[in-house]
């Protein structure tokens, strides 16, 4: 078996006792939930008798480590509970919910990279200077605001003063049907159905959360591309290629930018995770139906089949992406493994 | 002739003073910093003595008016002044992240430099544990913790608390790690100290310069968290005058065109965070000016 192989097999190993643990604390916490399931289930009208029964029924009347074997035993079969609220299984309203989030989330990603990387680069190359002064004032602004609160002022910008935004209300304006469903992702839905006026209106509707999200997520990735491309431009090689007599931008793009680029996709990874926390608040403020709303919406009447599977999907997702990323670099960068 | 008794003046930059001194003549972002730092302590200290109105105290004949001289944020939908609860929330919101900062601290400390200088099991279990709390969205584990706990100004605390455990304890490990087999360090134990004494003695103290960098970047952010924890709902309950809240309130208004409500309390948030990332920064150009970003 190969170096590289045997450290891929060594990274997944790594994560087992990560989602051993996740599913640990999901059960624990949501244990711990205020109120009683059984006597919600069985109504206001039931007696004692009743609520045992559905107490029962549910297998809150176990000890508490036989009912994490009995959760276990429904997860392996992919059985997260039934939510009291909505009445359908948890999965399904999570798997119902997962494409508005995402679809979020990744346009905010996209919009912050677009802006973040090059401003990143900008301040590298001109580094002490007013430039690189003010992108970082510039971008610890954009951490240092609540997102919700920065939801909130784009709203009154936007919608109330300069009318440009549609009413912050979901995902589509009721005017429109949403797509037939292939994906979830409603511009990818609205294009592939050849429905360009809904695509329109779903994009109208998305622009000011994503750029909520876009503001808090510029300030990492600004950083992590000016501190790479610092110490890129600081290497051997490129002192060598510019000995060498290449011109500039092909130093700037063609060698120091590349090499940056490794350490930006590992904070990625990690600005995906809290923009997926961050998601729960601006998904409130634009009543946005995702899982992040669809999580408070839980947590207030203490509805723990959906709480647990929200926070384990969180996790899960989170951990599988940072899988993916670290096995990518091992493939993608040819110094590791070697030694 | 050239006098050669004469000592050198020591050369600006070679006391610590003087290289504080320096980096801030060189910085003057961090300066604004420190000054924004005492307003808000000034805020959190003097503010309910100083504050015109009582925040509490509703007036339903002058209930959602604009800004103006009598009420310099205007007045919510009770009619309480927005003014005077802002500046008086800069009490509890300091109060909860500084708690918050202190606990995580503490405990991310001891756990920190129990596995850097035994390592071993010790270290093994801790990293495992930390990965596992790290593996959660931050922001959902203190929700999932705040709903779990109960929903209290301390719960929020705790909360707060565990999500940062790991940042200070990553950190101290390593910085106990690369020194528990120094010069210095086994000089000590030979010297007959014991290896706590060592350990508290002479290898964390150097562990404390970058965690105070992380404190300070940290603070801000348990700013942030309480406040978005009361946004959703959990934590601090009205009528507390807490930021959060406030801007929580005052989002049912904004679309109708009353901005004062929300847009003063969340712009006080937002300065107390900048603060706090502006010092983070700034003192990490102090500490160790090579790792600035």
Not at chain 1, 61 to 68: A, R, S, V
Not at chain 1, 99 to 121: K, Q, Y
Not at chain 2, 179 to 207: C, E, M, T, W, Y
Request: proline share 5%; aromatic share 10%; glycine share 8%.
């Amino acid at each position: 078996m190969s170096a590289r192989s045997k450290m891929i097999l060594g990274r997944v190993a790594q994560a087992i006792p990560v989602v051993m643990g996740v599913v640990v604390i999901s059960f624990l916490l949501t244990r711990a939930l205020p109120g009683d399931p059984a006597a919600y289930f069985a109504g206001p009208a039931a007696d004692e008798a009743s609520i045992a029964e559905i107490r029962e029924a549910l297998g809150l009347d176990k000890p508490l480590f036989q009912q994490f074997f009995l959760y276990v035993g429904d997860l392996a079969r992919g059985d997260l509970g039934t939510s009291l609220t909505t009445g359908q299984t948890v999965m399904s309203d999570l798997a119902a919910r997962l494409p508005a989030s995402l679809e979020l989330t990744l346009v905010a990603l996209l919009l912050s990279c677009a802006i973040a990387i090059p401003l990143g680069v900008l301040a590298a190359t001109r580094p002490g200077t007013w430039v690189d002064h003010m992108c970082r004032v510039l971008v610890t602004a954009g951490v240092s605001m609540p997102t919700f609160f920065t939801g909130i002022v784009l709203i009154y910008v936007f919608y109330y003063l300069a009318g440009l935004a549609p009413s912050p209300l979901g995902r589509l304006d009721f005017i429109y049907l949403s797509p037939p469903h292939v994906t979830g992702f409603y511009l990818i839905d609205a294009a592939l159905a050849g429905d360009w006026e809904t695509w329109f209106g779903a994009l109208k509707q998305l622009i000011l959360p994503a750029t909520t999200l876009a503001l808090f997520t510029l300030a990492p990735i600004a950083r992590m591309t000016r501190a790479a491309m610092l110490s890129a431009l600081s290497s051997d090689f490129i002192r060598t290629a510019r000995a060498a007599g290449l011109g500039s931008r092909k130093v700037l793009y063609g060698y120091a930018f590349r090499n940056a680029l490794l350490p930006v996709v590992t904070t990625l990874g990690m600005v995906f995770s809290f923009t997926l926390g961050a998601n729960v608040l601006v998904e409130k403020v634009f009543a946005w139906p995702g899982i992040g709303s669809y999580a408070v919406e839980a947590l207030v009447v203490s509805d723990y089949a959906a709480v647990q599977g929200f926070v384990l999907a969180m996790a899960l997702l989170f951990v599988a992406l940072n899988l993916v990323i670290d096995i990518a670099y091992a493939l993608i960068d040819p110094r590791i493994g070697l030694n | 002739m050239v006098d050669m008794t004469t000592s050198q003046p020591a050369r600006k930059g070679d006391t610590t003073l003087g290289h504080i001194a320096y980096v801030l003549k060189d910085n003057p972002v961090t300066m604004l910093a420190f000054a924004m730092l005492a307003f808000f302590l000034g805020c959190a200290v003097f503010g309910p003595a100083l504050v015109p109105y009582d925040p509490l105290a509703t007036n339903a004949s002058r209930a959602l008016e604009a800004p103006s001289w009598d009420h310099w944020f205007g007045t919510d939908n009770l009619g309480r002044d927005v003014f005077s609860r802002v500046i008086v929330a800069t009490r509890l919101d300091l109060t909860i992240s500084v708690a918050a900062v202190a606990l995580s601290f503490v405990i991310g400390s001891v756990l920190g430099s129990i596995a850097g200088y035994w390592g071993g099991w010790i270290d093994a279990v801790l990293n495992r544990c930390l990965d596992t709390i790290m593996a959660f969205p931050l922001f959902v584990l203190a929700m999932g913790v705040v709903a779990a706990l109960g929903n209290t100004v301390e719960n929020i605390i705790y909360a707060t608390a565990i999500i940062n455990i790991p940042f200070y304890a990553r950190l101290v490990r390593a910085e106990v790690n690369i020194r528990r087999n120094a010069g210095f360090a086994q000089a000590a134990k030979l010297a007959g100290n014991s290896d706590l004494r060592v350990l508290a003695v002479h290898i964390f103290p150097n562990a404390l310069p970058p965690m105070m960098v992380q404190v300070s970047l940290n603070l801000g952010w348990a700013i942030l968290n309480a406040a978005g924890l009361s946004f959703i709902g959990l934590g601090v309950r009205p009528p507390t005058p807490e930021w959060g809240i406030m801007v929580a309130e005052g989002a049912n208004f904004i679309v109708s065109g009353e901005w004062w409500l929300a847009v003063f309390p969340g712009l006080w948030l937002m300065l107390a965070v900048f603060t706090f990332n502006l010092l983070g920064d700034g003192l990490r150009d102090i500490v160790d000016p090579r790792k600035r970003t």
